[in-house]
C-alpha cells in the first residue's frame, strides 16, 4: 500500500501518517518526489482498513499494491488446480476442455432425462439444471425444489453426467450434496458470505459464477472464502458482466480467461449463454471461450426453447450444441488441448 | 409485450408467433408496418418467459412493455407510504427529511455509545452500525455479531434514536428483530432472494439498498419480494453504482431519486458515504440528495475516522455532521421540506 | 509512478526496470516488501510511456502517482478561475450561480428570438442553441449552420445574453467566435485535439464538455489541451456519463462537482437535460447540482418541446424554467451562494 | 415506434399524441391494453424527434423498433462486403482472415521498415503505425506528422502491404490518400461528423473503430454518414469499449462480432491490443478474435515494447506474433476460413 500526500502537506502531517502506519503494525519508507511526497508501506495489510488513512490530514489517496487473497494466488501454489467432477471423474482444469450441458431449469422428469440423454450423446461431460431457481421477480417460475433435486439424481445415475446444480441457502445444502456433484454459487449470490462459508464447509467441487458486476479481485476474494473454509475444489466461471450494451442480456469479458489464469491456479469455465443472453450468439461465444483458454464451457440447452420456462431466449437445442462440438474440438486441438 | 418480426417473416411465421402467444393466455395484435411486422401481446405477461418466444424462427427481439412489479408500483398504489421508525415513530416518506447516521460497525460499547450521543446532538433521528459485516475479504473484520446487537439495543435505550442494522442470513433475522428498528438488507444481498422473503415475512420496517449494479426495476423487484410476503415497510435505499468513475467507490445516480418518486409510492433515502467512497465528497452529495428530493439521509460517522475498523475513509465526524446539518435543512425548506 | 514487479523478480530484473527509468531520465527507489518489490519512480513523467516499462520481464504492473495535467490543476494554480462571459460580463465561477437556458438548436428566427425573450424573463444570463449540430444519425436534422450564427448574434443584441454555441470543426471557429460569447465544445468533441487546439489559439471562453465516458483526468487532460494554447478561459460542464442504467439517457455523476473544485480551479458548469434526457427530471437535478456546489446550469428549454426539432424530449418549456429559478436561488443561498 | 402511455390517459390524450403522429407523417395503430394503451407508428421515423412525442401528456415513454440505419443494414443490403486493400488487393470480408500489424507510431525510418519487414515475415497482410497521434495528453508525442507518412509510403514500396493509418482531421486525409491504403478514423473520433463526412467523400477503404462508449447503433451510424458519402469501403473495427474492469485498458467484449455479422454486410476487424491494453493478453484474445469469426485482426507489434513511444505496454514482439500466426491458423480452418 501506498500513501500519497498532497503537494504542500508538512513533515508534522507526513509523520502523523507515519505513525498511523506504524500503529496497525506495518513499517513505512518515506520517498520524496519532486511535487509531492509518497509514503509505501510494509508488511501484512489484509487487516488494515486502508481507509482510515486517507482521512488523516493532507493524504491524497491511499494506492494498494497487493491483492488480498491469497491461497487462490499463484503466487501461494503455483502449480494448477484440476477438480475431478462426476462418477466419470472428468478432470476441470487438465488438457481436456469439458462441456457441461443442460436446462436452465429442471422442469419436469421426462424433460429432464431427455434432455441429459441428448447433451450426453452430443458429448458433453455434464448436466446444469436448476432445481432451486433464484428469479428477479416473485412472480417468475422458481423451480421445482427438493422434487427437482430427485430428478437430476436420476438423470446422473441413467447418464453418468456430472450434476451441477445451484444452491441459493444454506440449509437446501446438505439436501443439494446428495444429489449433485457440483454445488453452483450463482452470480447474484458471489458475495452471500454466508453461503460461502457453507460451501467452504462442505467437501464437494463448487463452481462459482463472478458476481454481475465484479471486478476479479472481488472474484477471487469470494473463492478465498471457500479455500478458507477448507474446500479447495473451486471452479470459477466467467458469465458476463454488466455493461451498457444493449444487444446482449451481459457482456462477456474473455480477457477474463487468460488473466485469471495468470493471477489464480482455479480453472475456469465461460457461460455463454448467460454472457450474451441470446442463442444465436452462443455458437460464435462458445468458440471463442475455447480459444481464450478456458477449461471448458456450461451451456443452456433446451430440447424446445419456444416453451423453456425460463431462459428460452438464450438456450441453444442439443442438435446446435451437437454440430458445436466437433468444431471446439478442433479449436481446442488448434492451441494444444484437446476434448 | 411486443415482438418485433425480421424483414421478410413469412406469414406463416407470423402465426406461429401468434400461435405462441395464445398459448401463454395472451391475445396478439399485428400490426404491418412498412418495413417489418410486430405482434403486440396483451394481457397478463408476468409468469411469460418473453425468451422463449424469442427463438421463434424470424423473430428479431421482444420489446417489454410493461413493468412486472405490481405492489411496488404507483399504478396500484397512488399514495405515498410513510413508515414510522423507531422509539419516536419518525415517518419516513412525510414532509420532514430525516438523517440516519452511525459507524460502519459496532467496534465496542463506548465507541458506539458515544457515536449514538454525539450523532443525536447533532440532530440524526436514527442510528445506523452493523453488528453482522458482510465483507469483501475473508481476513476482515466480519463484526462483532450477537454481542453487536446487544449494544445496539442499549444504545437505543439511551438515546431514542431509531436503529438500524443490517442482516446477512435468514437465521438472523430473529434476534436481530428484537434489538433493532430497522432491517438493512444490503446492496450484496439486494438479489438474495431467501433473505427478501424472510424480513417480508416480518413486520419491521426493512431498508433494501439498491445492488451494485442493480436497474431500478431490478431494485423494485426485490421490494416487491418484501412487499409479497406482506410486509408493506420498505425503504428503499440509493447507495450508488458501479460504473468506470475511478474517482469514487461508487458513482451516485441520483436522477434515481425523483425518477423513483414518480414510479413508486415507497419512500427514498440515500446513503452519500457509500455513494461516493471518500468523506469529503460526502457533504457536497448530502445536499444534493436532499435537494433532490430523497426523504432522507444514511451517513457514515466516525468520532475517529483514522482508527475505524472499516469505511475509515468514507465516514466523517459527528462534527462534520453538526455543521452540515443546518445547510441540510435550509435546503429542504428550499424545496418546500423541512428537517 | 510505482513500478511493481512479480514476486519472485531476479534482482538482475529489479535493476533491469531501474536501468530503464534512468534511461527515461528518471530516479528510482527500490522499496523490498514483504512479498513483492515495488520501484518508486522520481521526477517529470509526463512525457514517459508508462506502458513500456511493464512489458520488462516480471513487471505486475505500473501505478501511476501524479496526475499529468499541470495548468488546469489545483496544485499550480490555487485562486480560483473566474470567467467573464457575455455583453453583461456575467463572471462564471464567482459567488453567484448562472442559470444559461435555450433550445437544443436554432430552428428559425421566431423561435429563437422567442425563446431568448422567455429565458432571459426567466432569470437565466445566457442563451445556448446550436447552429452546427453534431447528430447520431445522418438523417437527423443538422442545424441551420451560418444562418443560425447570425439569429443568435441578433437574439443576443436583442436581450444582452450571452450566447453559447458549439463549434464542430476548425473551421467554423471564425465565424462563430463572431457571433457568440463562448465556445461549446460538444461532449463527442471531447478528445478531438485539432479543435481543442483551435480553440485554445482563440481568447474566447469555452465551453468544455464532458465525453460520454471521459474519466475527470482524461476531462482535465482535454481541458490542458486549450490552457495549453493560452486561452486561460476553460468552463467544465458535467453532463452525464454513460452507464449500464436505462431509466435515462446518461446518468449524472454529481460527485464530480466537488472532485473538480477539489482537483481544478475551472469553473465547472451542469447539463442537467443532457445529463438526464428526460424533461421530468431536469428540475430536481438543476436543484441538486446546484446544491453539490456546480457554479451554473446550462438547461434546454423550448416554447413547445412537443415540436422540437431536436432533443423535445430532455426539453422543459420556459414557464418550467420560471418556476425553477426562485428554488434555486434559495438553495444557492442555502449553501451560502446567490444567483 | 411505439408510444407508451400511462395508466390512466384519457382519449383525449391518446388522441392528441394521435394528432402528433400524423402531423409526423406517420400513421398510428392504438392498442388498449389491459393496464395500458399503446400506440405503434408506422411509415419513416428517421427524420422525426421521437423525444418530442414524449413529453405530450400522460406519454410513459417511447421504445423505438427500427434501427436508424439503412445503407450498412443486411436488410437492404444481404451480401457480404468484400473490401480489397493494398498493392496486393488482399480482400478484407472473405474466406481468409487478415492480420495487420505495426507500432502505435511511426517513430523513425529505421524502426518503422524494420517493423514492416518482421511483420510480413511473420504473415501479416498491412502494416499499421499513425503518422498523426491523438494522445490523451498534450505532453505526450504527438505523432511525425507528414514526415511520418513519408517513411509509410517507403515501407509500402518495399514490402508491398496495404498501410492503414490514422486521419485525426479533414486538412490531412488528400495527403494521407496519397500514402496509405486504408485510413484509418479512430475510436475518440467515432462521432467526429466532419471527419466521416470527408472520408465518406474519398474512394480509399476506411476502417473504423468503435467508440469508446459507442453502442453497436451509434458505430453503425457512424458507418451510415461514410457510406451516405458515396464510398461503400467501410472496414469495422471493435477495439474494446469502457466498463468498471480495471485489469485491462478496455473491455473486449467479443459478442459484437457475430451480432455484427447478424445486422450488417461490412467486415469487422478486432484489435486485441486496444482491447486488453496488455500485451500478454493479446494472443489468447486474437485467438478469440479469429474463432468469434472476426474477418481479421489489427495488432500493435514493436521490435522493442520496453523503448516504444507509445502503447508499449500493448505491443507484441514480431517474434511472438510469428508464433502466434499458426495457431490463428488453425484456428480460422477449425471454423470454415483460411489465413
Redesign the interface.
Known amino acids: 500500500m501506498?500513501v500519497?500526500m498532497k503537494?504542500g502537506a508538512t513533515p508534522q502531517q507526513v509523520q502523523h501518517v507515519v505513525d498511523?502506519i506504524r500503529e496497525f503494525g506495518l513499517r513505512e519508507?518515506v520517498?520524496c518526489?519532486?511535487?509531492?511526497t509518497?509514503v509505501?508501506c510494509?508488511?501484512?495489510k489484509?487487516?488494515v482498513?486502508?481507509?482510515?488513512?486517507?482521512?488523516?490530514a493532507m493524504v491524497d489517496r491511499?494506492?494498494p499494491?497487493?491483492a488480498?487473497?491469497k491461497m487462490a494466488s499463484t503466487?501461494v501454489k503455483t502449480d494448477r488446480s484440476r477438480i475431478e467432477i462426476g462418477p466419470g471423474r472428468f478432470p476441470i482444469g487438465g488438457t481436456k476442455v469439458g462441456v457441461i450441458a443442460g436446462p436452465c431449469a429442471v422442469e419436469n422428469r421426462d424433460q429432464l432425462l431427455r434432455t441429459a440423454d441428448a447433451v450426453k450423446a452430443a458429448g458433453a461431460i455434464g448436466l446444469r439444471a436448476g432445481a432451486f431457481k433464484?428469479?428477479?421477480?416473485?412472480?417468475?417460475?422458481q423451480g421445482l425444489g427438493m422434487e427437482g433435486l430427485k430428478i437430476l439424481a436420476e438423470a446422473r445415475q441413467a447418464t453418468g453426467l456430472a450434476v451441477v446444480t445451484e444452491v441459493?441457502?444454506?440449509e437446501q445444502i446438505p439436501a443439494v450434496v446428495e444429489c449433485a456433484d457440483v454445488l453452483q454459487v450463482g452470480a447474484?449470490?458471489m458475495?452471500?458470505?454466508?453461503l460461502l462459508d457453507a460451501v467452504g464447509r462442505t467437501r464437494t467441487p463448487v463452481l462459482l459464477k463472478r458476481?454481475?458486476?465484479a471486478?476479479?479481485e472481488?472474484f477471487l476474494?469470494a473463492a478465498?472464502?471457500i479455500l478458507?473454509g477448507g474446500n479447495t475444489q473451486v471452479i470459477l466461471c466467467e458469465r458476463g458482466?454488466?455493461?451498457?450494451?444493449?444487444?446482449?442480456r451481459n457482456?462477456?469479458?474473455?480477457?477474463?480467461?487468460?488473466?485469471l489464469n495468470?493471477k489464480t491456479h482455479l480453472p475456469v469455465l465461460v457461460d455463454p449463454s448467460h454472457?450474451?443472453?441470446?442463442?444465436?450468439?452462443v455458437?460464435?461465444?462458445s468458440?471463442?471461450?475455447?480459444?481464450?483458454?478456458a477449461d471448458g464451457l456450461i451451456i443452456e440447452a433446451h430440447l424446445d426453447?419456444?416453451?423453456?420456462?425460463?431462459?428460452?431466449?438464450?438456450?441453444i437445442t442439443p442438435a446446435v450444441l451437437g454440430e458445436l462440438m466437433p468444431?471446439l474440438k478442433?479449436?481446442a486441438?488448434?492451441?494444444g488441448r484437446d476434448m
Chains 1, 2, 3, 4 share one sequence.
Do not use: C, W
Request: hydrophobic share 40%; net charge negative.
Open positions: 501506498i500519497v503537494p498511523l519508507h520517498i518526489g519532486t511535487d509531492r509518497v509505501a510494509i508488511g501484512d489484509r487487516m482498513d486502508k481507509g482510515a488513512i486517507e482521512t488523516a491511499i494506492v499494491i497487493l488480498p487473497y503466487e433464484p428469479r428477479t421477480s416473485p412472480y417468475s417460475f441459493v441457502s444454506v447474484r449470490n458475495q452471500n458470505y454466508p458476481g454481475l458486476s471486478t476479479l472481488e476474494l478465498e472464502y478458507n458482466i454488466r455493461t451498457y450494451e444493449d444487444y446482449v457482456t462477456l469479458p474473455l480477457a477474463s480467461v487468460p488473466e495468470d454472457g450474451t443472453g441470446h442463442a444465436h450468439l455458437p460464435a461465444m468458440r471463442a471461450a475455447i480459444a481464450a483458454g426453447p419456444e416453451h423453456a420456462m425460463s431462459d428460452g431466449g438464450q438456450s468444431v478442433r479449436i486441438q488448434a492451441i
